[in-house]
């Protein structure tokens, strides 16, 4: 069953995310307002944890991003190309592209297809907190 819902949800993902033109963009800072944690604008519990072992360790704060990837409403943010930086990360992840396949960690397909159809699925609110800081 898994095996089917992977290319359903990735096609999705990438639909929601309107991948064109995807290549070379810029991240820019959207400079959101900080909003209290509640459950209306924490991560899912799962989505979190698929961000934070595959993600944080590039994107919270790292001199190579402008824009840490921390929060909902950063992933709710419009990029200034058409897309949220959540629909330009899901259909990165759906085109094999984040993590790059150099990155020492790499999701696995369940962790992929997950965070495509969260990204499809409009980026709910959850329970969880912002990402955590990588040690420097």
Not at 2 to 21: D, E, I, K
Not at 89 to 112: L, N, Y
């Amino acid at each position: 069953m898994r095996t089917f819902l992977l290319p359903l949800a990735m096609a999705a993902g990438v639909a929601a995310a309107g991948c064109v033109g995807m290549e070379g963009g810029t991240l820019g800072d959207p400079s959101p307002t900080p909003t209290p944690l509640t459950e209306e604008t924490g991560f899912p519990c799962d989505v979190r944890a698929v961000l934070e072992t595959n993600c944080a360790p590039c994107h919270e704060g790292n001199i190579y991003y402008t824009t840490p990837l921390t929060t909902r409403a950063i992933w709710l943010s419009p990029r200034g190309d058409g897309m949220s930086f959540g629909q330009y990360a899901a259909a990165q992840v759906a085109a094999g592209k984040m993590p790059p396949p150099a990155a020492e960690t790499q999701p696995s397909s369940d962790d992929r297809a997950l965070l495509i159809a969260w990204v499809a699925a409009g980026m709910p609110a959850g329970a969880c907190e912002p990402l955590t800081p990588p040690p420097r």
